[in-house]
Nanobody
């Protein structure tokens, strides 16, 4: 299993920006699709963004497309999520995730059941 540690959450006003970072250790990082999910109070955990194991493809939920940007650095074993134009509805705990299977790329059809490792979560709160 991969060990994932997130950082970078916080409180921001609507329209603001945050950068979330996830540092990975354990498995060979470059073999696995990485990404982010989020979970708001009373709601199910949902897909936000992913970057394929090759780094050549990125995927986003419709709700964040055009506002969030995911990237990975395979030399540092990190995956970042830049959150721009934040809205109150983006408020949630954001979780870094690593796919359970090597070389798998499910695009935006990536579900919590596909995840092999989770970070501890970082809170993002957007005030109106």
């Amino acid at each position: 299993q991969e060990h994932l540690v997130e950082s970078g959450g916080g409180l921001v006003q609507a329209g603001g920006s945050l950068r979330l970072s996830c540092a990975a250790s354990g498995r060979i990082f470059t073999l696995y699709t990485m990404g982010w999910f989020r979970q708001a109070p009373g709601k199910e955990r949902e897909f936000v963004a992913a970057v394929s194991w090759s780094g050549r493809s990125t995927y986003y939920a419709d709700s964040v497309k055009g506002r969030f940007t995911i990237s990975r650095d395979n030399t540092k074993n990190t995956v970042d999520l830049l959150l721009n134009s934040l809205r109150p509805e983006d408020t949630a705990v954001y979780y870094c995730a690593a796919d359970a299977s090597k070389f798998r790329d499910k695009g935006s059809n990536w579900y919590p059941t596909d995840v092999g490792s989770w970070g501890q979560g970082t809170q993002v709160t957007v005030s109106s």
